[in-house]
């Protein structure tokens, strides 16, 4: 019996709470409605606009033209290295490879 009566203390002041988070949620909506009317009307839900057939329709095209005009435009070709660019970058990558080991066993 008396985790009952312990029972009902908690659930008494769970109801309590409620009734207080209720109150406060009011008091929220209210002030939310108050800032909506100062700001020319619901902030947080604006009307949706209605578009005529045409306005659709040429929005729709300009929309394609713009798609076609990036999908037009040529790739640029892939840049290619020389044989002596490449073998002045692989010296150098071997000489950075060679001055890491050595620093590596001088620490050593």
């Known amino acids: 019996m008396a985790s009952l ?8 002041e769970l ?6 988070l209720a ?5 929220v909506d ?5 800032l909506g ?10 009307p949706r606009r209605t578009l005529s057939a045409s306005a659709r329709k040429r929005i729709s ?9 990036t999908k037009s435009r040529a790739a640029k070709p892939k840049r ?3 044989a002596a660019g490449r073998k002045r970058i692989a010296a ?8 890491f080991r050595a620093a590596k066993k001088k620490a050593a």
């Open 37 to 46: 009317k100062l700001n020319g009307g619901s902030s947080y839900t604006k």
């Open 15 to 20: 109801r309590v709470e409620r009734t207080s």
């Open 23 to 27: 109150n406060q949620l009011k008091r």
């Open 92 to 99: 150098a990558a071997r000489a950075r490879w060679a001055k």
């Open 80 to 82: 290619t290295i020389s």
């Open 61 to 69: 095209l300009a929309q394609k033209a713009r798609w076609a005009k």
């Open 30 to 34: 209210a002030a939310l409605s108050v």
């Open 5 to 12: 009566k312990g029972l009902a203390s908690i659930v008494s």
